[in-house]
C-alpha cells in the first residue's frame, strides 16, 4: 500500500545511524525527505586512530551522509554554517573563561538544527523539521509538546529545551518512538553502512576532548595562574588557570591531602579553585536564568523532576518562577555538583516543562 504524501521535511542528517533511520522511517510514513549536512569548518584529525569518531560534522560524517542519501534515493545538500559556528566555539571559550561549564550541543540544536535549518525549510516550501534526537513530539490537547524519547537510556529531551516553543508544530522525531537497539536492526535490515557506527561522544571542535586547548586560542586570558583553596580556608598551591577545571573534578588535581577532594567552586573574580570532600558538593536548590518555556509556566510553586546535566537522573524538587525568565529550584534531597554554565531541565511525568542556564546554588 502506497504511503500518503505528508508534504516535504529536511532531515538534519549527520551521517549516523539515528538520522538515518529517522530520514528513511519518514520516506516510508509518505514524506518528501530532503537531507541537510551542516559544514562547520571543523575538520581536525583524531588522535585517537583512524576508526575514532570524532563528533557529527567532520569529512567522514559528511561522505556517510551522502552513502546514506545515494542508498535512500534523496537529494543531500551541504549549508556552509562556518561563520556562524565560530560564534558558538567563542561562546564556549567565554563561558570556561567566566568559570563556568558550558554546553554548545544544545546552542547548535536551538541555534542551527531548529534555527538556520528551519529557515532554510521554509526558502524550499518544507513544513517540517526532522532530526534522529531520542525525543518525542506529542499533542496535547491541540498543541504539540517535547517529551522524554523510549528509550530511557538514550533520551535527548533535555539538550532540546530551548528550541523555539513555536517550532514544536514544525518538529519530527521519528527515532524518539523506538530503541536505540530497534535503530540499528533497522539500519541493518536495510543495509545501511553506518549501522554499527559508534555514538558520537566528544564536541566536534574538540579534538580528543583537549577543552582546554580551544579555550587557550580563543581566551588566552582565562589561563592566569590563580590560588587553590580547600572549602575551610587553607591555601593548597596554585593553578594555572580556571579553563582546566570544572566543578565535581577529582582527577588531575595534583593535590595530596590523604583523602579525595573534588572542585567546589570556580571564582572568576578572584581567579581561585576550591577544593573540597565529596559532601562540599551537595546543595540544597539552584537559581537559573534564559528560561526557555515549551509550556505555560506555572503561576507559583510547582513539584517537577529536574536534570541538572545530560548524565543525571531526574530529580524531585520544587520549581517556583521569578519573573519570566528565571527559576528557583529546591530539591527534594541535595544534588551534587550542581555546575554554573549547564542547564537545567524540568519535566512534568516526561514532558518538558521548559529548561535554563545555571547560575548559581544555594542551601536551605
Not at 105 to 128: M, S, T, V, W
Not at 134 to 152: K, N, P, Q, S, Y
Not at 223 to 232: S, W
Not at 244 to 273: C, K, M, S, W
Request: with cysteine; aromatic share 8%.
Amino acid at each position: 500500500m502506497e504511503a500518503p504524501d505528508r508534504g516535504k521535511v529536511v532531515v538534519a542528517m549527520s551521517g549516523g545511524v539515528d538520522s538515518s533511520v529517522a530520514a528513511w522511517l519518514l520516506q516510508e510514513q509518505g514524506y518528501e525527505v530532503v537531507g541537510l549536512f551542516m559544514r562547520t569548518g571543523i575538520e581536525s584529525a583524531s588522535a585517537a586512530g583512524p576508526g575514532h569518531r570524532q563528533g557529527c560534522c567532520s569529512a567522514a560524517d559528511a561522505a556517510d551522509a551522502r552513502t546514506i542519501a545515494a542508498r535512500l534515493g534523496i537529494s543531500l545538500y551541504m549549508l556552509n554554517f562556518k561563520e556562524q559556528f565560530e560564534a558558538l566555539i567563542q561562546h564556549f571559550a567565554d563561558e570556561y573563561a567566566r568559570g563556568r561549564t558550558p554546553n554548545p550541543c544544545i546552542l547548535c540544536n536551538e541555534r542551527f538544527k531548529f534555527g538556520r535549518l528551519a529557515q532554510y525549510a521554509e526558502a524550499i516550501g518544507a513544513h517540517y523539521v526532522a532530526t534522529g534526537h531520542h525525543a518525542r513530539i506529542v499533542r496535547c490537547g491541540e498543541r504539540a509538546v517535547l517529551a522524554c524519547g523510549c528509550d530511557a537510556d538514550k533520551d535527548q529531551s533535555y539538550a532540546l529545551f530551548s528550541v523555539r516553543r513555536s517550532m514544536l508544530d514544525r518538529m519530527l522525531l521519528p527515532v524518539g518512538e523506538l530503541t536505540k537497539q530497534e535503530v540499528r536492526r533497522h539500519a541493518r535490515q536495510l543495509d545501511l553502512p553506518v549501522h554499527d557506527k559508534p555514538d558520537s561522544q566528544e564536541i566536534c571542535f574538540v579534538p580528543d576532548d583537549d577543552y582546554a586547548r580551544v579555550v587557550r586560542q580563543r581566551r588566552p586570558d582565562a589561563f592566569r595562574p590563580g590560588a587553590i583553596r580547600h572549602v575551610d580556608g587553607r591555601d593548597l598551591g596554585r593553578h594555572e588557570g580556571l579553563a582546566h577545571y570544572t566543578i565535581g573534578q577529582r582527577r588531575g588535581l595534583r593535590i595530596a591531602l590523604g583523602a579525595p577532594v573534588y572542585v567546589t567552586r570556580l571564582d572568576a573574580e578572584t581567579n581561585t579553585v576550591v577544593l573540597g570532600p565529596r559532601e562540599a558538593l551537595l546543595h540544597d536548590g539552584l537559581t537559573a536564568a534564559g528560561v526557555n518555556w515549551l509550556l505555560d509556566p506555572p503561576e507559583g510553586k510547582l513539584a517537577v523532576h529536574a536534570k541538572i546535566r545530560y548524565a543525571h537522573t531526574a530529580a524531585g524538587a520544587t520549581l517556583e518562577p521569578i519573573g519570566s525568565e528565571r527559576i528557583r529550584l529546591i530539591f527534594e534531597k541535595p544534588q551534587s555538583a550542581i555546575t554554573p554554565g549547564q542547564a537545567v531541565v524540568f519535566y512534568v511525568d516526561d514532558v518538558v516543562l521548559g529548561g535554563g542556564w545555571i547560575d548559581g546554588w544555594f542551601d536551605s
